[in-house]
């Protein structure tokens, strides 16, 4: 079942714009480097999982990009642009070929099931 997003017919004109322009910035440049990475991972300061996921993928010898956004306390504006974008709510977000595939738990079992290789191993 598709996650329910606010149809546009049911936003007022006068307002479109102000919410398809808020914080695009940081979308696009995820965007970005999805699009020129076999895998990113999106994360942010103190926040232990996007270093556990930074570490599997050291592990498992794979490279990846990873982006960082604020701390706890700073960025989060912009974070939730990105959760908004992804319906994904915690940090970090994990990309592979272009597949959100979760965050830090949902990469240990992609990897633990060998599922990771398999993915990547695939033709975008």
Sequence with gaps: MPRPVLDEAHI?????TAISESRQGIVR?????????????????????????????????QAFKYLEYGSYLSGWRDRNALKMWTGWPTFPM???????????????ALLDRGELKGMLDRRA
């Design 94 to 108: 994990v990309f592979v070929k272009g597949v959100l595939v979760g965050g830090a738990d949902e990469l240990k």
């Design 29 to 61: 440049e995820v965007m970005g480097a999805i699009a020129a990475n076999d895998i990113v991972v999106v994360g942010m300061a103190i926040n232990p999982y996007p270093k556990k996921a930074r570490k599997l993928l050291d592990e498992a010898r």
């Design 12 to 16: 007022h004109p006068a307002v479109r």
